[in-house]
């Protein structure tokens, strides 16, 4: 595991755990439990990408590599923006030291809009997943570079049991035969090097062939506009998560109708 990473786990561990001693269990099961049904996030994604391609639009303020990215940020006008441009699902960023993001960002974005919503956090703990659903997420992201192999079995069997879809994030050859050991069939290759930032669209070119037949893929980050979609699109992938480039637009609405037009 890269330093960055283990860095940022390090710090979610302890987060994790005060949130843990401070939040009673039976309050967060009531909070999932009154919440509404999770929106389908991967049947989202397929419908899309039928006729067309499946984005998930991220909502970002801030990243490690990048720093501030949008100054005047506004998750639920970002939210509904990237739905009339034609998003198929959300994902938000609810990381706070790393990306300055927010329980909070999560919860007004989905009430701004009708599309599912990935919680985007580094899942270590299965309570987390409980976390997610009573802020109201439909999915979660599991990292396998981050995790063993049992504990990702256990945060994936928690987010089933709440009727919650799974992102899992791999970006190599090894990850995926880790990933594909799980019962999630919605697979992400990350671009992005998360022990130095680089970004390498090799990266998903190399996988998308060993993706199993049924199993629903996307490349993730460095994708900066329509050209790189097209370019993923000639090796077969269709579903892409983006989160900078299009937050870093003036008119958000607009470049992803753009984008999805490519
Ligand atoms: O974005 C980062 O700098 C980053 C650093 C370390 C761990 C994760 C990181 N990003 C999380 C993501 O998965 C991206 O936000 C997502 O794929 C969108 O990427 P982009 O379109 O490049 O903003």
């Not at 919440?35 to 994604?45: C, D, I, N, S, V």
């Not at 034609?86 to 809009?113: E, H, I, K, N």
């Not at 009708?114 to 997610?132: G, N």
Request: charged share 25%; glycine share 8%; net charge negative.
């Amino acid at each position: 595991m890269s330093n960055r990473l283990t860095e940022i786990l390090a710090a979610k561990r302890d987060h994790v755990a005060r949130r843990n001693a401070e939040t009673s269990l039976a309050a967060l099961e009531a909070s999932a439990a009154g919440q509404t049904a999770p929106r389908g996030f991967r049947a989202a994604l397929d419908r899309a990408a039928v006729d067309g391609f499946g984005l998930i639009a991220e909502i970002k303020k801030a990243s490690p590599s990048k720093g501030l990215i949008r100054a005047d940020f506004d998750p639920p006008a970002h939210a509904r923006a990237y739905q009339a441009g034609g998003a198929a699902c959300l994902s938000v960023l609810t990381d706070v030291p790393f990306f300055q993001g927010a329980d909070d960002y999560l919860v007004q974005a989905r009430a701004a809009c009708s599309l599912p919503c990935l919680r985007k956090d580094f899942m270590i703990d299965p309570w987390q997943v409980l976390e997610a659903r009573a802020l109201g997420a439909d999915a979660i992201l599991i990292i396998v570079a981050g995790l063993e192999d049992g504990a990702m079995a256990e945060i994936e069997a928690a987010a089933i049991g709440l009727g919650m879809d799974v992102l899992v994030e791999v970006h190599d050859r090894a990850e995926l035969d880790r990933a594909l050991r799980l019962r999630s069939r919605l697979i992400g290759v990350n671009n992005r090097d998360l022990r130095d930032f680089s970004v390498d669209f090799a990266r998903t070119y190399e996988l998308v062939g060993s993706a199993p037949e049924g199993c629903t893929f996307v490349a993730e980050s460095g994708l900066g506009g329509p050209a790189d979609l097209a370019a993923m699109a000639e090796h077969g992938v269709r579903c892409f998560l983006v989160g900078e480039s299009l937050m870093r637009q003036a008119d958000v609405e607009a470049a992803t109708r753009a984008l999805l037009a490519a």
